[in-house]
């Protein structure tokens, strides 16, 4: 993450095109807006077109405009994203499913910095800043035929690589600390122990970075204010891997949190999942995945392991003190009423302080 910030900040301070590679989920998009937020088209649009997304007819219309009756249906005149962006950034995200004969236009709109609109004859200048993106390999495509060396040339003049999440591991602390620092909802945050970030460093996360922002998300709201242990990231994990259904949409009575009771199609259907698309069952009843998630403040025969509790509830005091205080250790501490170096033991027992510094690092990056 560190180096692709420096990446970032040096492409935020040039104008050239950029070019964006990194498979499905690893963040290219979220580079790409930040070069645009610190670059000096700041202020100005930007517009992210998925190239894949547009129907092959509507491409050349969506990207350079037309002229109100250049074709049947064109009611009224349209101006293009291009011109849209003016001043600003255009982001052409999953370039490599451009059509070959759109990737002519582009090029020559790309070198001759105008556009035409679709039945127009005005020439219009354009200052637009162009950041392509691909989860695809473009030398194959070349190769295949399928995109034209010469635009992937224009593009490419800055090229960055955003690795898969399972390349570099050692960024998911801070990943993890960022998505529980911009949770929306207002219950407290699951607690990951030491071991559930070593759980989490040993996933594949064939979704990268967005996989991982969905399982904390799903964390968040069945973990809420409990620790999150090594076994509870199996099944948090799992519910991105098509279930198997067991038939009747039941949970186990018995179930433990080390059995895989993501499974069950409960989990899926209530809509938590992934933000690709993925479509795992059909039945809408809530999922409980841990007795003691689904109500907390009622009488159980369940055993509790008070130290295990009172513990989590100390790093959970500890955090929000934190949260209040934006970080002020000396202010966190006294709204708690312990003493500065007292507090910072605790943080260290709870392994707070290098989350902060993890978070510190992520904040810094984009
Ligand atoms: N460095 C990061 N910091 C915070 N969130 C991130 C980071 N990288 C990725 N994400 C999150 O992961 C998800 C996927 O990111 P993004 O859409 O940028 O990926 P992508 O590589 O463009 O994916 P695709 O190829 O499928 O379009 C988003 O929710 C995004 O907010």
Redesign the pocket.
């Known amino acids: 993450?560190q180096q692709l910030r420096m990446l970032v900040k040096f492409a935020g301070r040039c104008n050239s095109s950029i070019m964006i590679t990194?498979p499905?989920?690893?963040?290219?998009?979220?580079v790409a807006d930040a070069i645009h937020s610190i670059s000096q088209r700041a202020s100005h649009p930007n517009i992210t077109v998925n190239c894949g997304a547009l129907p092959e007819q509507l491409i050349e219309s969506e990207l350079f405009g037309h002229e109100k009756g250049s074709f049947t249906g064109a009611i009224n005149k349209h101006v293009g994203l291009f011109e849209q962006s003016d001043g600003g950034t255009i982001f052409l995200?999953e370039i490599g499913d451009m059509p070959l004969n759109m990737q002519v236009k582009l090029l020559r709109v790309l070198e001759s910095r105008i556009v035409n609109r679709v039945g127009g004859n005005q020439n219009i200048p354009i200052n637009v800043r162009v950041i392509a993106?691909t989860?695809k390999n473009l030398g194959s495509s070349i190769q295949g035929g399928s995109f034209r060396e010469d635009l992937f040339y224009r593009l490419c003049v800055v090229p960055i690589e955003?690795p898969a999440l399972n390349e570099r591991t050692e960024d998911i602390p801070a990943?993890v600390a960022?998505f529980l620092k911009n949770q929306t909802d207002a219950n407290p945050a699951p607690i990951f122990t030491a071991e559930a970030y070593a759980a989490l460093q040993n996933h594949d996360w064939p979704g990268n970075?967005?996989e991982l922002?969905n399982v904390v998300e799903r964390a968040t709201v069945f973990f809420s204010g409990q620790q999150v242990q090594a076994h509870d990231i199996a099944m948090l994990v799992q519910s991105d891997i098509a279930p198997t259904h067991n038939g009747n949409g039941s949970i186990p009575p018995q179930s433990t949190p080390a059995q895989p009771v993501m499974q069950q199609p409960q989990f899926a259907a209530a809509g938590f999942g992934t933000?690709h698309g993925t479509d795992h069952g059909t039945n809408n009843q809530p999922f409980a995945p841990r007795a003691f998630a689904a109500a907390p403040a009622q009488p159980s025969n369940e055993i509790v392991d008070l130290n295990a509790h009172l513990q989590n509830e100390e790093r959970r005091i500890i955090m929000q003190a934190l949260e209040a205080s934006h970080g002020v250790v000396s202010k966190a501490a006294r709204s708690i009423n312990i003493k500065r170096t007292t507090f910072i033991d605790k943080m260290r027992k709870h392994s707070l302080d290098k989350q902060m510094q993890n978070e510190t690092v992520?904040a810094a990056?984009?």
């Open positions: 993450m990194g499905s989920g690893s963040g290219k998009e979220v995200d993106a989860h955003v990943l960022h970075v967005r922002r933000d992520l990056a984009f």
